[in-house]
């Protein structure tokens, strides 16, 4: 009878194609390269990513996209976990744990990364959902806001103009360092962060605008919408909460992008900023039930990082996870 031997290993130049087909047999969808290659691009010290392979085929799989998070004064290298998956093929949940492990060892245990974090989608059986191990915290589903077709548009906007971004955007950077104590935990959202997120996608359109008050240069605020499907979706937020007046000129463009789209609604994930949330309450949007959104999971390697401390405050919006 042949042998057969298993291995848990890092990420190597060239198993690309196989990881790639890896996951959409675990997923049962289909991936093009190109959307892989946005996803993962080329890391300084190599890419986060760690495989599980019986005789040299890939069944199992965890990785990383390296961001930067702004906790309590701290800017720090953190992991956010995405693509967990176990194929069908694979021979026992063993290989996924060991997987798991390695992945958590080479990239947390071992001071590369003080914080990894994923989000657990409850509406999926995938077996590898977030596993950070030992230690890991939980916090409650994100919060989903939801506008029908609205009609309302605060003479207040029109104090405020917009401006498309673009791929590249300095003036985010600026934006970020006047906020940024509003946000003092959450991912940093400069400019940087928004090319590589936003910038490239080779199907997604995300169209994404600043706000400046009407005689101003300097930006107040930063949102990002995604409207296909059906459905207008804001990915992102991040605005001055000196100017509510920036809120109601992104309403005003996020309803005309919903009109343009075709769209029964607008829908935004947004977590850990009341007051952003009650302006957009006064806006027409109002917390809805429906099917269960992610949860947040992180992990400290650091004993200086509360994990369950840096959950119950974190900023979220659909930017931060990988699903949108």
Known sequence: MA??????????????VAVNRAFES????????DEWAWKFPPEAEGRAIVLGE?????LTHCAGVPVRFAFDGRELDALQIVDVFSRPSAPSAGLLKCTVEAFLQEFGLSGRFPLAFGFQDPRSDEPGAVQLGEGAEKREPLVSLRRRPSSRSPI????????????????LDDLWRRVRHRYPVAVIRDAGHA???????PTVRYRRFLVFPRFSRHAVAFAVFRCDGGSCRWVDLLWDHAHPGALERL???SAGLQREAGAESEEMWLTGDPRGRARLEALGFHAEEGPALPSMVARS???EIDAAGLLSRCYLTMADTDMV
């Open 156 to 171: 207040r906007r029109l104090l405020y103009r917009a401006e498309p971004a673009r791929d590249w955007e300095p003036r």
């Open 3 to 16: 042998s057969t031997s298993t291995l848990c290993r890092r990420f190597r130049a060239g198993d690309e």
């Open 54 to 58: 019986r005789d040299g085929e890939v």
């Open 195 to 201: 090319l590589r997120r936003f910038a490239g996608h």
């Open 251 to 253: 309403a005003h463009i």
């Open 26 to 33: 675990s997923r049962g969808v289909a991936r093009s390269l």
């Open 301 to 303: 390697f650091e004993p």
